[in-house]
């Protein structure tokens, strides 16, 4: 168990919807990242949150958007869903931010769209 | 911009065979590399990481890594493989300038009785 917690774990909707993931980070860890796994294109980061602000963002669709909270959970809104937008998404966190800081990942939320 | 190549996307050995499951990654500055395992519906798990100084990494469940410089290389070993070692292995680099974790496309292994 790494510490990081991720609901829900599963999550099937219609297109067209909009849907809600949530991640608790480990306790401490200030850092947010959530990655999209998909067969076609692998591990893919999303975007990176740090004490609230975001640090970076990498192949996250315009459809997309995410937040930290103050309490530092962080939630992944996917909107105006697509079939192709159907795979497990993965919340990691880590203490601080920077290349050299070691990522702890959730279970995941496995997204299917119907 | 850093990147990260796996050697085979399915490796499969017998039980008590020697493990072994490759990953080059390219990167202008030095490293910082990971290997992370997905058991079946689970997320990823950290094996062991590369930061600085020893270059033989031992990590969780007998795993060992080694990073070479020179052939821009941290293979993955076990010795001896047990049945509970069948599960999808990634190896990723930092990336320096992104704040973000680059991943290879994943091994997985699969273990014979």
């Known amino acids: 168990d790494s510490g990081v917690t991720q609901t829900p774990k599963h999550l099937i909707t219609a297109t067209g919807q909009r849907v809600t993931l949530r991640c608790s980070p480990r306790?401490?860890?200030?850092?947010v990242y959530w990655y999209q796994q998909s067969l076609d294109q692998g591990l893919q980061f999303l975007i990176h949150?740090?004490?609230?602000?975001?640090?970076a963002k990498g192949n996250i669709l315009e459809r997309f958007s995410a937040q930290q909270f103050p309490d530092l959970h962080s939630e992944l809104n996917l909107s105006s869903l697509e079939l192709g937008d159907s795979a497990l998404y993965f919340c990691?966190?880590?203490?601080?931010?920077?290349?050299?800081?070691?990522?702890?990942f959730g279970p995941g939320t496995r997204l299917l769209v119907l | 911009a850093q990147s990260v190549t796996q050697l085979g996307s399915h490796l499969s050995v017998s039980e008590g065979a020697l493990v072994l499951l490759r990953c080059n990654y390219s990167?202008?500055?030095?490293?910082?590399l990971f290997w992370y395992v997905q058991y079946p519906n689970q997320g990823l798990q950290l094996l062991l990481k590369?930061?600085?100084?020893?270059?033989l990494v031992k990590g969780i469940n007998g795993f060992e890594a080694e990073f070479k410089k020179s052939e821009t290389s941290f293979h993955l070993t076990k010795p001896s493989a047990h049945m509970s070692d069948a599960a999808e292995y990634f190896c990723?680099?930092?990336?320096?300038?992104?704040?973000?974790?680059?991943f290879g496309q994943g091994t997985r292994l699969t273990i014979n009785p």
């Open positions: 990167s202008s500055v030095p490293p910082y």
């Open positions: 590369y930061t600085t100084g020893a270059t």
């Open positions: 306790s401490g860890d200030l850092s």
């Open positions: 990691a966190s880590s203490v601080a931010s920077g290349y050299k800081e070691t990522q702890y």
């Open positions: 949150y740090y004490n609230g602000e975001e640090r």
């Open positions: 990723a680099v930092s990336d320096t300038g992104a704040q973000k974790l680059v």
